[in-house]
């Protein structure tokens, strides 16, 4: 899908910044069906609810996402090549507190699994994605001590 392919134009966000900026895109995501609200930097984005592994709350994160080969959503937990992966992993990955994820496209809802890929599937779609979007590569130089998770969202059904 070499549509997909974008250069990165902008600097990248400290991690201080980061949640800051997550906040005002889930907030202008909820409220509007802007095309330029839904596609920031040249990547699309979705909208992703997910329920606190330890408060049971619900939480929102705002993330753009890459497409497999097959059209599945990958989304990166990355955080700027942090030393941690970012909290919306961890709750993503709990399956018992998260069975299914509510995402929300630009005019669309659907409920969706996380995949969280490895072995062969990581190396792949790791790749796959770092020749459209070289600046992941950068973030796991940042961060040599993890491997930068990558999650497929598998569609499952609508809203």
């Known amino acids: 899908m070499s549509d997909q392919r974008v250069e990165q134009t902008w600097e990248t966000p400290s991690l201080e910044e980061i949640p800051v900026i997550t906040k005002m895109h889930v907030e202008a995501m909820e409220s509007s069906d802007d095309p330029m609200v839904w596609s920031q930097a040249g990547m699309h984005h979705v909208l992703i609810r997910t329920v606190g592994r330890r408060s049971g709350n619900e939480h929102k994160v705002a993330l753009p996402y890459w497409r497999d080969p ?5 989304v990166v937990a990355s955080f700027a090549g942090a030393k941690a992966h970012p909290s919306w992993y ?5 399956k018992e507190a998260n ?3 509510l995402i929300t496209e630009e005019g ?4 969706a ?6 072995g062969d599937d990581y190396a792949a779609t790791w790749d796959g994605l770092v020749a459209d979007r070289a600046w992941y590569a950068d973030y796991q130089a940042k961060a040599p001590h993890r491997q930068i998770p ?3 969202l598998v569609e499952q059904r609508p809203a």
Do not use: K
Request: hydrophobic share 45%; charged share 25%; aromatic share 12%.
């Open 90 to 94: 961890f709750n993503i990955a709990d």
């Open 108 to 111: 669309q809802q659907f409920w």
């Open 113 to 118: 699994v996380a995949d969280i890929c490895d």
């Open 70 to 74: 097959n059209g599945h959503r990958i």
């Open 99 to 101: 069975p299914e994820l």
């Open 150 to 152: 990558l999650v497929r």
